[in-house]
C-alpha cells in the first residue's frame, strides 16, 4: 500500500539527501526537494516518480531565510501537510584552526545550523496544526568528539545536536518527534569527494543508502516510541 506522507528533504541531489528521497519515493511518499543544482534535483524527481512516489521541485539555497519558508508553504499548499522534515543539506571544511578563513566558518554554520533553524521553524506550526510530525537532523559521529582540522564543521554538528535536545523537550507535548541521524565516513560527493564506487573508499565506507535505511527507520518508528539518536559506524573498523 503507497504511503501517504508528505515530507521536506533538503540537500536532497546528491549523496545521503538523495538516497533518503529515493527510499522514501519507493514507499509512494510525496517529497519536497529542496538543494541549489536544478538539473541534479530534476533528476532525483524523475527516479522518485519512477519508483511510485511524488516530487516537487523546491531550488535553492538553504542559507536564503526566504526558502525554508517558501518550501514549507508550497509542499503545504500542494499535499495538505508536512509529516516529515529531513534537515541534511550540509557543508563540510576541514582546515589547521589558524588557516579557516572566517568566511568558510560562516558558510558552515549557516549552512549546517542556521538553515536547519529556519527549517524546523518553517514546519513547526503546520506539523502543531496536525498535531504530529517528525524532524530528522542529519548530524555527524563527530557531533560527539573533537577532531584537529575541525573546527568549524565538528562544532556546526555539536550544536546541530544541541537544537536537536532542545527541539526534543520542546516539541514533543505537540506530537512533534526529533532525532539527530549520526553516522561515520558516507561515500558521497562531501567535503568535494567523488561519489565513486570506484573509490577506494568505497569498500569499506558507508553508503548514503546505509544512512537512508536507518532514517527509513526513525519515520517508521511506533507510536509510543521517540528515537533520539542513531550513531552509525562503520562495519569494518580494522
Ligand atoms: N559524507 C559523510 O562522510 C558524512 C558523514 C556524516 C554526516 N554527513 C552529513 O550528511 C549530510 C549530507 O552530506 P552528503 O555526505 O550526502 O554530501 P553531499 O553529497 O555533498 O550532499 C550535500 C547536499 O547538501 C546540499 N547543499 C549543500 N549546501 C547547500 C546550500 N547552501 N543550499 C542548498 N543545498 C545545499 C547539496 O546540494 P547542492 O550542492 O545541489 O545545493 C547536496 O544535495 C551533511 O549534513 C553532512 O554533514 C556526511
Redesign the pocket.
Known sequence: MSDERVALV??????????IALRFGSKGMRLGL????ED??RAVGKAVGDRGGEALLVP????DAKLAAAAVRDVVKRWGRLDVLVN?????RYAPVEDLPEASFREQF???VV?PFLFTQAAVPQMKKQKSGQIVN?????GYVGTARGTA?VA??WALRGMNECWREELYPFGIKVAYM??????????G?K?DPGVPEAEW??T?DD?ARAVEGIVDQGPNSDIREIVMQVRDRS
Open positions: 533538503t540537500g536532497a541531489s546528491s549523496g545521503i539527501g538523495r538516497a529542496v538543494a541549489r543544482r541534479r534535483l535553492g539555497d538553504v542559507r541534511n543539506a550540509g557543508v563540510g549557516d549552512t549546517n538553515a542529519i548530524g555527524s559521529a563527530v564543521y556546526t554538528k549520526a553516522p561515520g565516513f558516507v561515500v558521497s560527493e562531501f567535503n569527494r561519489e565506507a558507508l548514503p544512512v
